[in-house]
């Protein structure tokens, strides 16, 4: 069962094929999540959240997860998120 | 939205140059297509393929490295199987006889400039080194397109 109570953020690019597949793959598992794709983003709001993903991923790389402020999944890891969020 | 026929037209286009020079696209064909979306997508934002899976600046002099096909595709390959994005792959993964999996950023990673000192050699010419392939030649300026994997003289630098 997914577990509804976390608080998942996920840092993507609209065009990113590896970002596609965890924006499948959360919705697969029913997750609710916040998404940014950051590339549709711009001037201040966009520095605003890549500075946000700098705490979390120093190297601004997408796809990021974020569970609970506290677990940061970088890349697609499909056994990783099914880890923490099932 | 890019126009599907346009996508397909690359998606052949690109299958037959990679082919005739010794590369492979990514056998999932539905994948890779979404990925040449993304790469005509930042087409008509920047005039531009800049790679689909990183964060383009829209600056091209900064986005050099990472425009299709990256300086760092063939490291990657040989390392992981395919490139950052899951465009390119190895004939490994070409055959199915392995997994295409999300690799590790290279780019912005620190890492030493490889330099050899060659103090005693005098060249006639300079040679230039294709950042995409790795094809040298000896000559004043580096070729207007790269014969071998058809990158443009901004890809390449001077490597003696």
Redesign the interface.
Known sequence: MADKNKKVVLYA?????????TKNLLSQLSINYQCFD??LLKGEEREKILQELKKYNA????PTLVIDDQIVI????EEKIKKELT | MIDKSLIDYWYEKLKKEAEESGYFLNPDEEFTKSLIEGLLINQERFGYFACPCRLASGNKEEDLDIICPCDYRDQDINDYGNCYCGLYVSYDVYTGKKQIKSIPERRNLKKKKREITISTLKLSLPVWRCKICGYLCAREEPPEICPICKAKKERFERFI
């Open positions: 690019l609209s065009t990113c094929g590896w970002c596609r597949k950051v590339d190297n601004l790389s997408f970088i890349g697609y890891d």
